[in-house]
């Protein structure tokens, strides 16, 4: 095990478990939400201060309380960092229980047969493996991972379906790509960039049954940050 896993392991487990529920909560109730936007930012602030005050610890000028004091900071940064990578991990948990659950929903309406049915299904199988693979990277990390919402999704024919599937691909995408800066875990962060990739390439797979771009920002995948996602989940939650 490298020594970054163990001092995340150990981060984890000093860390408070993250409330069950919690970014639904943020989806449903705007105060809260942007209430934990300014947090996160103050908290990436403190981040960098911290491994500012770190690297100046490691000069022979440093008298031996600043360096203790760099060395707290440290400690409690690697904490924070940790518990940060929890919340970004059950933000999209939260987003694979919708799609896990909008797929199974699409596939027990009947709407699709043959080739582009057995798409559909494979898509909902490989959603419903990132929700239990983010489950258990939030568990390893010492956190609750984040209850499952009651989703609500607009199923009326084939063509409306198949719109709303590569609607909610490219969102998944794009906020997977958000939050790849604020990632601070190596791991986590290999494990959001794979599911990312898939994200993109069911977008891309739906956009040609739908007839739409299959870059629909160009040449550069363009990101959404946690407010703009969470806004736009927000009508599919029942």
């Known amino acids: 095990m490298s020594s970054t896993t163990s001092e995340h392991s150990r981060a984890g487990e000093e860390s408070p478990p993250q409330p069950a529920g919690i970014v639904e909560r943020l989806v449903r109730d705007d105060v809260d939400r942007k209430r934990f936007l300014k947090m996160a930012g103050t908290a990436g ?44 991990l059950n933000y999209a948990l939260t987003l694979e229980y919708l799609e896990r659950e909008f797929y199974a929903k699409v596939v027990a309406s009947g709407l699709f047969s043959g080739k582009v049915g057995s798409l559909i299904k494979e898509f909902g199988s490989q959603e419903a493996t990132h929700v239990e693979a983010l489950k258990g990277a939030v568990s390893k990390m010492g956190g609750t991972p984040a209850a499952n919402p009651n989703g609500k999704f607009p199923i009326t024919s084939a063509t409306q379906v198949a719109g709303l599937a590569y609607t909610v691909e490219n969102l998944g995408a794009a906020a997977y790509l958000g939050q790849a800066g604020n990632i601070q875990s190596p791991e986590v962060l290999a494990t959001a960039l794979a599911i990312h990739s898939v994200e993109a390439r069911h977008a891309a797979t739906l956009g040609t049954l739908v007839k739409k771009s299959l870059t629909p920002d160009g040449p550069f995948a363009k990101p959404d940050d946690m407010s703009m996602v969470l806004a736009a989940v927000k009508p599919f939650l029942a």
């Open 45 to 88: 602030a403190a981040s960098f201060g911290a491994f500012v005050l770190a690297a100046c610890g490691s000069s022979t000028k440093t008298s031996s309380s600043a360096t203790t004091a760099a060395a707290s900071t440290a400690t409690s940064t690697t904490a924070s960092a940790t518990t940060g990578d929890i919340a970004i």
